[in-house]
Every structure is written in C-alpha cells, then in structure tokens.
C-alpha cells in the first residue's frame, strides 16, 4: 500500500547549522511531494513542494531533494534558526485520489541556542 | 487573503452534546477537507468537498456529519461523541486548477471530549 516514512523522529541541531530531514515513500507512481511545517499549537504551513519531473527545488533558506531511484525525499534548511523549530511532515499525492495527500509520520526539529 | 478561519479555537463537549464546528477561506478555492490530528501524528483525512459536494468520506462514523453550505464555508456537526474522539480538527482549503496539490491548512479546533 501507498506510505510516506520518516527515519528520524527528532532531530536536534545548533543553531546556525545546516539541517536536514528526510523521508522514504514507498509509492513509485506519485508524482508530486510536499513539505509542511507543524509548529505547536498552529496548523500545517506549506514550506515547499517538488514534482517528480524534478530532483531539487531551492526556496528561501531551504532546498528539497527528491530521488526517484530509491524513493527518497529530503528537505535541507539551511543556517537553521530557533523558529524553524516545529514538527515537520513530508507527503505524497494520493494516486488513488487527486485530493488525498498521505502524510509521513513526521519529525521534530529541535534548535538549540 | 491566503488565510483559512476556524472557530472555536477550543470546544470542550460532554458525550451527549451537539456541536459544530466552522471554516471559511475566501480564496476561491473549490475542494475543502477535514482533518482529524492526534498529539505526535500526522493529520489523518476525513471527509474532501469538492464543489460544494461530498467527494471524499474516509468511513468516518457518522457522529460527524459534514456540510458544505458555499463555496466558502465548511462545517462539521458533532453528535454524540466519545472520549477518543478528543483531538485537534483541522480544515483545509486547495485550488483545483494548475496541477497544483497544495492544501492550505486553517489553525485548527482543539476539542476535549468529557
């Protein structure tokens, strides 16, 4: 069945460090991937979104990876400050559906002063 | 306006209450969804409207009962609920046009069930 995973699930780093996160997706037909950010208290915030046709996508302060050979996802924030502290959650479009995002079990990014 | 509303922020509600509660985006957008979030989980779908119908029901117990009354409004009636049923709702908003799969997420309810 379709699942989005996550190998770490925290993920401490100093401030001022380069981070990055990464997540396995099991499903070779999605074609399209995104990144949220879940900070407490607040909902999902879109970071940055890559299609298959792509490897990379650069935003401001973060780049997101894709590898299609071995169905990895990463995203890389770059000098990494205290508010990018949140639960992070990469998903893969439903290819069952066109509505459905399958969400991965997430990471949390702890930035230490 | 990129911003999708809820109310209440907090609901707590005893087993045999009804409730609803409400989302608004005045983005234009077509589809709308619920989500229901436990504490160190992902957001698990609920139900997806799409033009003002039902498109999507994730088998979700019919103690919630969707409504779409406008292209803008979404609400979730609440009946009847149990202890478990306790968690953070959240509504989403996308467009359909462009390809594009991005769902914008509103703050959420958080809701105690007693």
């Known amino acids: 069945g379709e699942s989005v995973g996550l190998h770490l699930p925290t993920l401490s780093v100093q401030e001022g460090d380069n981070s990055i996160i990464n997540c396995a997706y099991s499903n070779s037909a999605s074609d399209y991937f995104i990144w949220y950010k879940q900070e407490s208290g607040k909902g999902p915030q879109f970071i940055i979104d890559i299609r298959s046709n792509m490897d990379k996508r650069q935003g401001q302060r973060v780049t997101v990876l894709l590898n299609k050979t071995v169905k990895h996802l990463s995203l890389q924030i770059a000098a990494t400050q205290p508010g990018d502290s949140a639960v992070y959650f990469c998903a893969e479009n439903g290819v069952d559906s066109s509505y459905k995002l399958i969400f991965g079990s997430g990471t949390r990014l702890l930035v230490r002063p | 306006d990129t911003e999708v509303t809820q109310t209440p922020k907090h609901l707590v509600m005893g087993m045999t209450n009804k409730k609803s509660l409400k989302c608004e985006q005045h983005?234009?957008?077509?589809?709308m969804y619920w989500y229901k979030q436990k504490a160190k989980k992902p957001p698990e779908l609920m139900f997806v409207y799409s033009y003002e119908k039902l498109s999507i029901n994730e088998s979700v117990p019919s103690r919630f009962s969707p409504e779409c009354p406008n292209s803008s409004l979404l609400n979730l009636h609440l009946h009847a609920l149990q202890p478990e049923d306790s968690a953070l709702y959240l509504c989403?908003?996308?467009?359909?046009?462009?390809?594009?799969?991005?769902?914008?997420f509103g703050p959420g309810t958080r809701l105690t069930v007693t």
């Open positions: 983005m234009g957008h077509r589809a």
């Open positions: 989403a908003s996308s467009t359909r046009t462009g390809g594009s799969y991005e769902q914008y």
